[in-house]
């Protein structure tokens, strides 16, 4: 990882330093170009007038004054800077003679210097080298004319010895680069390695290795991360272990009672009345060993998503009234008062079996905490595009630091088993993940010594026709 980085950095910096190289040397060339053009266009139309002035002044184009005119042209050109300082002159027959050795931009003035009328600017080539170039043609009556033609290069920016230098400047990038990617490689490799070594610590089975959190960036926002994944971890894994020491008491119970029961059937140390009351206890424990075996398992196919939701249009008002029903005799059993508020609604579409497994839990539940005397009430709600359906006793109530907790896998059968030992302690559980698959939620509210409401709230779908 370090060598990765290293080199990464480096080819960072030396295509930065190469763009950015670049990209400065034309923008340079091009505002110097710019100024470079402005200021020759003044100079060369300064220049032309300067050769005007003194043609003028001499008022013929003889030998002298053509060899005078050569040695102002020569001047001209030290003086002003510029590379090409050129006269052609043309004679009122038309004929044209160049003042010095040769002109080249004349040559390329646009329409010939014979028919040019007025002052140009345009560009040429010399020795394949691009020229801007300033044309001006000076009038002398019968005499003819004087076109003056002054040039220079337009190449502003010498790029030899730019690219020299900008070589330098990359090599020079380059080992900076390489001494800051060293140092960072080395920095983050300190700061990433007590990452790597509680990854492979937890990934060996040691939930409590954390990573340390050193500074506010990036990494240590990763470390906070894997720390906090980390935490998770170690508590789902302390609650599977809590859960399968749960498990294995509530299935060692009844089987210990079974057990026992049966070995003393084989003895023969049971007889008479006794044979029916022992009948009676292993069939009951054999029940609730049954109960939870069936609860895991649904519960199970829960979790894994493995079950499937058969909607259809259920007059919920009918349907539970008929679960009540189902649970009055167990209710006049345990001396509690049953009671239903279940006012007509529409159809919804809902799976009928879910909401038994929903409220039969419910109810069950209620019934096992709710004292003799007590009362538990199913209600049925519309409120706005949700179906309320909710279950309230009068039990002992549930502690305000439980709450949060009660829909855990077997949290309320530990927390509260000394006031009522029997049930699996998934009921709960199930109700939840019954209630999240249909698309709703679970709600809880309760009070110590105030009783318990447990609420379902499911989607009303309108049934179709």
Not at 170 to 193: D, I, P
Not at 236 to 248: I, N, P
Not at 402 to 428: K, M, N, T
């Amino acid at each position: 990882m370090r060598r990765r980085f290293f080199w990464a950095l480096v080819a960072v910096s030396v295509v930065t330093l190469a763009v950015g190289g670049l990209t400065a040397a034309l923008l340079i060339n091009d505002s110097v170009e710019e100024s470079a053009r402005a200021e020759f266009n003044r100079q060369a139309e300064a220049t032309a007038r300067l050769i005007e002035a003194s043609v003028r002044e001499r008022g013929s184009l003889g030998t002298t004054p053509l060899r005078n005119l050569g040695n102002l042209l020569a001047v001209v050109r030290v003086v002003g800077g510029h590379d090409y300082v050129e006269a052609v002159l043309i004679g009122p027959a038309g004929g044209s003679t160049v003042v010095g050795d040769s002109a080249p931009l004349a040559e390329q003035v646009p329409g010939g210097v014979d028919g040019l009328g007025r002052r140009v600017q345009f560009e040429a080539e010399v020795d394949g080298e691009a020229v801007a170039a300033f044309a001006l043609p000076v009038q002398m009556g019968a005499l003819g004319k004087v076109v003056v033609v002054v040039g220079t290069d337009l190449e502003l920016v010498p790029w030899p010895p730019v690219v020299v230098r900008l070589l330098w400047a990359v090599g020079l990038g380059v080992l900076l680069a390489a001494l800051l990617a060293m140092w960072l490689s080395r920095f983050l490799g300190r700061r990433l390695e007590g990452l790597s070594a509680a990854s492979r610590a937890l990934a060996g089975g040691d939930l409590a290795a954390r990573a340390p959190v050193d500074g506010g960036d990036e990494i240590a926002e990763v470390a906070v991360a894997f720390n906090d994944m980390a935490s998770e971890l170690e508590q789902a894994r302390r609650r599977e272990r809590e859960f399968l020491v749960s498990v294995g008491h509530d299935l060692r119970t009844p089987l210990t009672t079974i057990s026992g029961y049966a070995e003393a059937l084989h003895e023969g140390k049971v007889e008479g009345e006794e044979l029916a009351r022992v009948g009676g206890v292993m069939y009951r424990e054999s029940g609730r060993l049954s109960r939870l075996l069936e609860d895991l398992m649904l519960l199970s196919r829960l979790e894994a998503g493995e079950f499937t939701l058969r909607p259809e249009p259920v007059d919920l008002t009918a349907h539970l009234r008929g679960t009540v029903e189902a649970y009055r005799g167990r209710a006049e059993a345990a001396g509690v008062r049953l009671e239903a508020d279940l006012p007509a609604l529409a159809p919804v579409l809902v799976d009928p079996d879910r909401i038994d497994q929903v409220v039969g839990n419910l109810v069950e539940n209620a019934l096992r905490y709710t004292p003799a005397g007590g009362e538990v009430r199913l209600a049925l709600r519309a409120e706005g595009e949700k179906t309320r359906i909710a279950v309230s006793d009068t039990g002992p109530g549930i502690e305000g630091d439980d709450l949060p907790h009660i829909f855990e896998r077997l949290y309320v059968a530990q927390r509260y088993r000394p006031a009522r030992p029997e049930g699996s302690g998934l009921g709960l559980a199930i109700v939840r993940q019954l209630v999240e698959a249909m698309g709703g939620r679970v709600e809880v509210s309760s009070a110590p010594g105030r009783g318990t409401t447990i609420a379902a709230l499911l989607p009303t779908l309108a049934a179709s026709g």
